[in-house]
T-cell receptor
Framework: DTAVSQTPKYLVTQMGNDKSIKCEQN?????MYWYKQDSKKFLKIMFS???????INETVPNRFSPKSPDKAHLNLHINSLELGDSAVYFC????????????FGPGTRLTVT | AQSVTQLDSHVSVSEGTPVLLRCNYS??????LFWYVQHPNKGLQLLLK??????LVKGINGFEAEFKKSETSFHLTKPSAHMSDAAEYFC????????????FGTGTRLKVLA
């Protein structure tokens, strides 16, 4: 069974559209994350939730809105997509905020045309 | 504030020769350090972690890293490279306060030549 899964794996859409990426973890972890990896492979934290509570909200445009319906899920909704949003988005989870290592999902490659 | 610097953006080695990927860190307190590997079009996989136990840390696939406080380094090594080791490698430090977030290095692309 996949520990951290994301859907979809690929997402191609036009500027101005709204899209969502879903993430689920079956590890029983309390903390989940969203990262953005740009074309130069640089990884940047976007959001983190601990027990469904938002604890990290980096300087991300408010077009990006995370939602955590329960501890096992963290979804990312993006409004009014722009060309610069094209990237690979990774979901991750860890046992707690300061404990254990992070486990990453396979990534969602978003292409905005 | 914590930070990591990966000293080489690209490293090329021949198959069967040693691998050295360099990472320096900056941290006011005893850090937690990690190495992750990312194969092409894949997610990140943990290779090994240092969390203030033994300074020589063994990981998966024959990799190991040594924590050297005096040099503020956490270099990744492997005695003999395999073609399957070709990937992007990330050194990570976890912040020691606040949200304890991961701070990633810029990555080192390892190329293994036949």
């Amino acid at each position: 069974d996949t520990a951290v899964s994301q859907t979809p794996k690929y997402l191609v859409t036009q500027m101005g559209n709204d899209k969502s990426i879903k993430c689920e973890q079956n590890l029983g972890h309390d903390t989940m994350y969203w990262y953005k990896q740009d074309s130069k492979k640089f990884l940047k934290i976007m959001f983190s939730y601990n027990n469904k509570e938002l604890i990290i909200n980096e300087t991300v445009p408010n077009r990006f809105s995370p939602k955590s319906p329960d501890k096992a899920h963290l979804n990312l909704h993006i409004n009014s997509l722009e060309l610069g949003d094209s990237a690979v988005y990774f979901c991750a989870s860890s046992p707690g905020v300061a404990t254990g290592e992070q486990y990453f999902g396979p990534g969602t490659r978003l292409t905005v045309t | 504030a914590q930070s990591v610097t990966q000293l080489d953006s690209h490293v090329s080695v021949s198959e069967g020769t040693p691998v050295l990927l360099r990472c320096n860190y900056s941290s006011s307190y005893s850090p937690s350090l990690f190495w992750y590997v990312q194969h092409p079009n894949k997610g990140l996989q943990l290779l090994l972690k240092y969390t203030s136990a033994a300074t020589l840390v063994k990981g998966i696939n024959g990799f190991e890293a040594e924590f050297k406080k005096s040099e503020t380094s956490f270099h990744l090594t492997k005695p003999s490279a395999h073609m399957s080791d070709a990937a992007e490698y990330f050194c990570v430090v976890r912040a020691t306060s606040g949200t304890y977030k991961y701070i990633f290095g810029t990555g080192t692309r390892l190329k293994v030549l036949a």
